[in-house]
């Protein structure tokens, strides 16, 4: 069983910048595709950024493309997300997931996980 942990939310200012982790116990020796998503209150879940297992594949929503970036160290076990001109839309839980890269490349959709980790909130304000 795969277990997630994400780490590194917090309280930013508008235009700051802020890096969030994932790490991830219980892998087996196949890849992984992963991506991060967002939640914010009264809003839908919505797909941010996916890496494939070698981070060379990757996609971001419109949303966050250009201020975002993902990342991936295999070594640690850990994913990250790299996010800087933070604005106040930009509010809210920030979950980590993973599907075995046997799957289907699932990109930002959720329903191409399975795997999910409990989120971190972040809020951007002044």
């Known amino acids: 069983q795969v277990e997630l942990v994400e780490s590194g939310g917090g309280s930013v200012q508008p235009g700051g910048s802020l890096k969030l982790s994932c790490a991830a116990s219980?892998?087996?020796?196949?890849?992984?595709?992963m991506g991060w998503f967002r939640q914010a209150p009264g809003k839908e879940r919505e797909g941010l950024a996916a890496t494939d297992n070698d981070g060379v594949l990757k996609s971001y929503a419109d949303s966050v493309q250009g201020r975002f970036t993902i990342s991936k160290d295999n070594l640690k076990n850990t994913l990250y997300l790299q996010m800087s001109s933070l604005k106040p839309e930009d509010t809210a839980m920030y979950y980590c997931?993973?599907?075995?890269?046997?799957?289907?490349?699932?990109?930002?959709?959720?329903?191409?996980?399975?795997?999910w980790g409990q989120g971190t909130q972040v809020i951007v304000s002044s």
């Open positions: 219980g892998y087996t020796s196949s890849g992984y595709y």
């Open positions: 997931a993973a599907v075995s890269a046997r799957r289907v490349w699932p990109g930002l959709r959720q329903s191409g996980y399975d795997y």
